[in-house]
């Protein structure tokens, strides 16, 4: 892997318009992945699902050279229709649009920071990865005191210029404060067998109000990773939704500091998998003064030879007085050959805190569904009603009325 590794770069770095300064920069990077490699599971974060082996198995001879220079067309089939929204869009890890024609142009800058030191302090060979390899970064600000008219969605796609690929991308979000920004993220990816590696960095500051919702639906072959680092200030909300069911693979990491009184982070997500797929999600809320409020939700419904993690952990620190933890997974086994793992964690250094932690797991109820067809259902009918009652208690956490209905339609659930 290093030669392929040290290859691909020279090949991106002959065709860039990088500086030698910014190719060093890159380089070293690139040096730090190479000494970790892709994580296993001799590291405990990654003991559940260990994506190194996944690569080997999944995809023969990983390439990491995707050359940017080369403009994509964007196909419009992939837009979510009956829904008005600003666009990002990604075609390869290249950025081919950026459209906030719905907003107010000087409440918005778009910032390069490509040529800048943007590195990251924490301990992951992915994220040197990205560093490494990214093309563009651009920060999107949102000024002080603006909220988005229409959410902004990032289309997240591949064509077939790419197969067997490492694709990284990066963007960096700054929220002004009491501004407000709805997000999503749209995976819509028709190529198969890339490893797609996703970085985001948000700076929320004070009374900002930060919506994420992430959307994994349409069945494809594709690896996926994404990091989100999440900075609060004081009275800042940020809510996470995760609907993770299209990939082979996608494990989605969140970290989030809540470094102001008062701030708050809510983590809600759906695993809906099918057969043979491997879906993850780790987060860390640490909890770094006092009054401040976590609550995570997953629940996970598992198909044959699927496998779900979660590894939740809430930090509390000494300082941290009066914070409130929660977090809960539920699990249903569809098939005997399904699996699910969690991994709830407390660490409390306070007093006065109100944290706790659950987990469960099983099969449908054979009495429910016994119920359900003694009053005309079928079999099928009887457990697709009880699985949409299981999983629309997570999409009803979500707070954005618009956003909540799409997600409804794309999973396909009813009240």
């Not at 190719?23 to 040096?31: A, E, G, P, S, V």
């Not at 470094?259 to 491997?278: T, V």
């Not at 419904?301 to 496998?307: F, P, T």
């Not at 099928?380 to 707070?399: A, R």
Request: hydrophobic share 35%; aromatic share 10%.
């Amino acid at each position: 892997m290093r030669e392929q590794l040290q290859s691909d770069f020279d090949k991106i770095v002959k065709i860039s318009k990088l500086s030698n300064e910014e190719i060093h920069f890159k380089r070293n990077f690139l040096n730090n992945f190479i000494k970790r490699g892709f994580p296993n599971r001799k590291q405990e974060d990654w003991k559940f699902l260990d994506i190194s082996q996944i690569i080997k198995k999944n995809i023969n001879d990983l390439t990491f050279f995707n050359d940017y220079s080369q403009p994509n067309k964007i196909n419009p089939s992939i837009f979510v229709d009956g829904l008005e929204h600003n666009k990002i869009i990604f075609i390869n890890g290249r950025i081919e649009k950026i459209d906030f024609n719905f907003e107010d142009q000087n409440k918005i800058e778009i910032i390069d920071e490509t040529k800048k030191d943007i590195s990251f302090d924490y301990k992951n060979s992915l994220i040197d990865l990205n560093s490494a390899l990214t093309d563009k970064v651009f920060k999107i600000l949102i000024k002080k005191n603006y909220t988005l008219k229409k959410p902004l969605i990032i289309y997240h796609s591949t064509n077939d210029k790419t197969k067997s690929t490492n694709i990284n991308l990066r963007l960096d979000f700054e929220l002004g404060e009491n501004s407000c920004l709805k997000l999503v993220d749209y995976f819509a990816n028709n190529t198969e067998k890339n490893f797609i590696n996703i970085f985001y960095n948000f700076n929320l500051e004070k009374d900002s109000i930060l919506k994420n919702y992430k959307v994994d639906k349409s069945r494809n072959n594709n690896l996926r990773y994404s990091f989100n680092n999440i900075e609060q200030e004081n009275n800042s909300v940020s809510e996470t939704f995760i609907l993770s069911a299209g990939s082979d693979y996608f494990k989605n990491e969140i970290n989030c500091n809540l470094n102001g009184e008062y701030s708050s982070a809510f983590i809600n997500g759906i695993f809906s998998l099918k057969e043979n797929q491997q879906h993850e999600i780790r987060t860390t809320i640490n909890h770094l003064v006092e009054n401040t409020k976590s609550y995570q939700l997953i629940k996970s419904v598992l198909g044959k030879n699927s496998k779900s993690a979660y590894q939740g952990r809430i930090f509390v620190n000494s300082k941290a007085q009066k914070t409130d933890g929660y977090q809960l997974s539920k699990a249903i086994l569809l098939d005997e050959t399904s699996e699910f793992n969690a991994k709830p964690e407390l660490e409390i250094y306070a007093d006065d805190v109100k944290c706790s932690h659950g987990s469960a797991s099983g099969s449908l109820d054979e009495n429910s569904i016994f119920y359900l067809m003694s009053r005309g259902l079928n079999y099928q009918q009887s457990k697709e009603l009880l699985i949409n009652g299981f999983l629309l208690d997570v999409v009803e956490k979500i707070t954005d009325l618009e956003i909540k209905d799409l997600i409804k339609n794309i999973i396909g659930l009813k009240k």
